[in-house]
């Protein structure tokens, strides 16, 4: 089993949707959990970061934690156009030298 | 802008070359990261400095051969690549090692 399970897509959605994007992975010593949003041709860029269970939101963006199902969600609102990227889960068991794990990403299209 | 920096962001080399992929950041980071990014794969990590000091070194080929000679640069060193190690490389740097990573634009590189 891999130690983080992220489905490719494509995912597509019309304009205005709400977008549900989903990392599980196996590892349950995972406590730093992050989002990463990376547009064609460009460097990933951290878009959420949460440590621990719970929900974060920032605008439009809410990221969720569960870590009793080893499941973590980034919820997109409003979806727009300007949202079509690659979206990566990344996972680690601590700060301080400890590597990040990553998904696969997912291409997300949002149509107009 | 991320504030990370790398050169070249193409690079066409033949197996017998040897090139080197620059990073620079304008962070005051003290760790730096090298990544492969290939083709449906995860987020691959290769190196990770901190304080100019390599600590991790995920069991990279010897044909890559990093360099941090300050904590604002840090060098991979390619010499007789591998087709297969087309990909793009991204260069990444945090706080004192902690989570949070600001990454580069990436090199494109194509080994023919």
């Known amino acids: 089993q891999k130690e983080v399970e992220q489905d490719p897509g494509p995912l597509s959605v019309p304009e205005g949707a709400i977008v549900s994007l989903n990392c599980t992975y196996s590892?349950?010593?995972?406590?730093?959990f992050m989002w990463y949003r990376q547009y064609s041709r460009k460097g990933p860029e951290l878009l959420m970061y949460?440590?621990?269970?719970g929900n974060k939101e920032d605008g439009r963006f809410t990221a969720q934690v569960d870590k009793s199902s080893k499941y973590i969600s980034l919820f997109i609102r409003d979806s727009q156009p300007s949202d079509s990227a690659t979206y990566l889960c990344?996972?680690?068991?601590?700060?301080?030298?400890?590597?990040?794990?990553f998904g696969k990403g997912t291409r997300l299209s949002v149509i107009a | 802008e991320t504030g990370v920096t790398q050169t070249p962001r193409h690079l066409v080399m033949g197996m017998t070359n040897k090139k080197s992929l620059k990073c620079e950041q304008h962070?005051?980071?003290?760790?730096m990261y090298w990544y492969k990014q290939s083709a449906k794969k995860p987020l691959e990590l290769m190196f990770v400095?901190?304080?100019?000091?390599?600590?991790e070194n995920n069991s990279v080929p010897s044909r890559f051969s990093p360099e941090c000679p300050n904590s604002s640069h840090l060098f991979l060193h390619l010499h007789t690549l591998q087709p297969e190690d087309s990909a793009l490389y991204l260069c990444?740097?945090?706080?004192?090692?902690?989570?949070?990573?600001?990454f580069g634009p990436g090199t494109r590189l194509t080994v023919l």
């Open positions: 590892n349950s010593a995972f406590q730093y």
């Open positions: 949460t440590y621990s269970s």
């Open positions: 990344a996972m680690s068991v601590g700060s301080g030298n400890t590597p990040l794990v």
């Open positions: 400095y901190s304080l100019e000091e390599r600590v």
């Open positions: 962070l005051g980071h003290n760790a």
């Open positions: 990444a740097s945090s706080q004192d090692e902690e989570d949070t990573q600001y």
